[in-house]
């Protein structure tokens, strides 16, 4: 895994000439939400992220106008809630076409304002403009009350991994829609309440956007470590995903490995800190399911048909970086990215 | 000026559906920058503002990258310097096309670390997408200390009505551009330090990114007030800004009137306040310029020629919400939003 994946290599290059803040607790790549000091006030970190909506537009994933504002909402308060931050609203630059018929604007807007008041929090501003083009970029602020936040960085050999629910929906979605089968129905709920009980329990956190696999390879990069996934870990996918993927004659692994994640978190835990976290999370009514353990060595294992397979994460991720429509070939590459433990 | 412009319109029709926060300050269109209270802390808030960058770059106005980098932080620390917050940094969202060349990037991120290392501030975090169009979204967030917090409300008939720096730089940058006259150097830089001696002393503030009589206008909207020019308001004016006016066989007032405005505050302050305002901006080696008076009739009066003229502001913005390309149209339609004061 020494080689860096394409859309980091960029990243780099991009970030190349600037200098982080000071008053940044996190570096570059190190967090889903960036993390800055609030002035004089000990312990309280502003969470904010941006996250534009473009290829889901572009490739039509996201045709439904009420799903794209939907989403526009919840892919940023997913990254919110990977840092255990509490929403403090959402900012929401939309460029709209020149005639874009008015049903289709009321439709994003109802998206957009189901999804924050289902996360109950707010559109606090914005900006209209009007194109050749349709894009979506939502940007949400939060705060965190933590003396040491929560970030992707922080995991260590033997602490355990968590799923905050069922994996597998994001890719099904995509799957399903890219190849004409029946509209499988996604609108993920950003997991705010639960990722408020991880500061101070989970020890690195990421969500899991770009799929669980990408999501595992990112924290592996971060903390120098591997998974080693539950041989038990199918029971962690949602059950009509797995259909979406048989049907489509898929093993049910493939889902975890397409770039369409499901918005939730991945998070690793050391297992002393077990016990509690499980009675606060049964608390507000929450299963959070653990699927797999981390390793001092790098790489991910995950049994394939009872068998251990080791995952070619870095080549899943260089797939997604490359993709251009081709989704045969995409499926096929992703096929070719696992080998049988020896 | 009872009907309302066709942008406001617009944003009332798109955020109809949606509550505002209750830890919010500051209502729809009454401040550049959302104010939202700091949890648990009085008198601190959170200052947040998010501008796209899309019809500059669709009209061809920041063909250079540099500038279209600089721009897309310094409009939207511009709406900070508006609210008196000193900046925690920006997030930037950019969209670039497949295929564009390494050296435009690399220009375009110069213009950004350039930007933020100007103002003082940092770039915290961004997104990167690949796309048939570009766009470049920004997010500036800062902090605010003050009981009530400076916004585009406030003011009162008798305040006096001033400007940051000199006025038209914007338009004549454009009007250059789109009539392939000499290149007209623009690098506007926001008002940061300015802006920040501004809470507890200017009565209300808005920056002149629409050009000048765009935010008086809305700021007689707001406030319910109306705006008498001084009679020396072209000492105001940009030298070489009037030069391409004149130039153009245009009257320098048009320069104001354009929407690429110059980025500069315009406020108000009442009277009492004045001297230690003054005081306060000298010793940070700031001259603002007072250019007039608030009146309590609405309506806004620019002396031309030495004439009163009233000012048909609403004309001018709805101007710019229809402008399709058509420099000639748009400025024929300008030049006849005057009427002598009888």
């Known amino acids: 895994m020494n080689p860096e994946v394409l859309e980091n290599v960029m990243l780099r290059a991009l970030t190349r000439t600037l200098s982080r803040s000071p008053f940044q607790y996190n570096g570059l790549l190190e967090s889903d939400a960036e993390l800055v000091r609030v002035p004089g006030v000990s312990d309280l970190w502003l969470a904010a992220t941006t996250d534009a909506v473009v290829e889901e537009i572009q490739t039509g994933l996201y045709a439904d106008p009420r799903l794209l504002g939907w989403m526009t909402v919840m892919v940023n308060l997913s990254d919110l809630a990977a840092v255990g931050a509490a929403p403090a609203g959402i900012l929401i630059a939309e460029t709209l076409t020149h005639g874009m018929p008015q049903k289709d604007i009321e439709e994003m807007q109802r998206g ?162 077990e016990a509690v976290f499980l009675e606060e999370a049964g608390s507000i009514g929450w299963k959070p399911k653990r699927v797999g353990i981390t390793t001092a060595a790098m790489g991910i294992i995950l049994p394939i048909n009872g068998i251990p397979h080791t995952i070619d994460t870095q080549a899943i991720r260089d797939l997604a970086s490359r993709f251009s429509g081709d989704l045969n070939g995409y499926i096929t590459g992703l096929l070719g990215a696992t080998t049988p433990l020896k």
């Open 112 to 273: 957009i304002a189901e999804a924050v008041r289902t996360c109950g929090t707010y559109v606090l501003g914005g900006d209209t403009s009007v194109a050749d083009h349709r894009e979506m970029c939502g940007t949400a602020l939060g705060f965190v009350r933590a003396e040491k936040p929560l970030t992707r960085c922080g995991c260590a050999a033997g602490d355990f991994l968590y799923l905050s629910g069922p994996a597998g929906t994001g890719n099904a979605f995509a799957l399903a829609r890219f190849t004409h089968a029946d509209p499988f129905p996604f609108f993920p709920v950003a997991r705010i309440r639960e990722g408020q009980l991880l500061p101070g329990r989970a020890s690195a956190c990421m969500d899991t956007s770009d799929g669980l696999l990408a999501t595992l390879d990112q924290l592996s990069r971060l903390n120098g470590i591997g998974f080693e996934i539950d041989s038990t870990w199918e029971e962690a996918l949602d059950q009509a995903s797995r259909s979406v993927f048989s049907g489509a004659g898929l093993p049910s692994w493939i889902s975890l490995a397409g770039q369409h994640g499901e918005f939730e978190l991945a998070f690793t835990m050391a297992p002393a800190r």
